[in-house]
């Protein structure tokens, strides 16, 4: 046996990977507090007398919306959330929970999710459903977070 013993790890992805500030862009992700953020706004200035040009970043938090904020110098590194997307067909909407059975195309079915919390989306699921469409979810998935954020009527 060796002296050195490794842990055996999952072949999961890491939730987020390393970019430099300065190669972010408008429409791309990033982690600001935490928490998983789509650039709106991106600003940089000039090297001043200590050196860095910093870059200024205005972006939305993708699950709740709210609007957050980083200066960072450009030459360091910022992280992006891995962020994923996927469609799945509403089976059925629990009413008194707001829970969502859905199915993805290999018919696996889920049970995990709940109505988003955008009202919007939420009256689509619910008036689509009452009157018996078919609806297809677009389910967003980041940093451990899953949330149902659009909706549309599936392709007959």
């Known amino acids: ?3 050195e013993e490794f842990a055996t790890g999952d072949a999961g992805s890491s939730t987020t990977y390393p970019i430099q500030a300065g190669a972010l862009k408008k429409g ?12 709106i706004e991106y600003t940089t200035s000039k090297t001043g007398k ?14 709740t919306g709210k609007k957050l904020e980083e ?8 992280f992006a959330p891995n962020v994923s ?3 799945y067909t509403l089976i059925d909407v629990d009413e008194r929970d707001g829970n969502l059975s859905l199915q993805d195309e290999n018919g696996d079915m889920r049970e995990d999710l709940s109505l ?14 009452e009157e ?8 967003i998935c980041a940093m ?3 949330a149902v954020m659009t909706v549309k009527e599936a392709a007959k």
């Open 144 to 146: 451990g977070e899953e």
């Open 71 to 78: 200066i960072c110098p450009t030459s360091h590194n910022m």
């Open 85 to 87: 997307r996927a469609e």
């Open 50 to 63: 200590h050196g860095h040009a910093k870059a200024h970043i205005v972006a939305l938090d993708i699950f």
């Open 116 to 129: 988003p919390k955008d009202e919007e989306v939420c009256k689509l699921i619910k008036k689509g459903f």
């Open 28 to 39: 791309m992700h990033c982690v600001i507090k935490d928490r998983p953020c789509k650039i």
């Open 1 to 3: 046996m060796s002296d």
């Open 132 to 139: 018996g469409k078919e609806l297809v979810l677009g389910v």
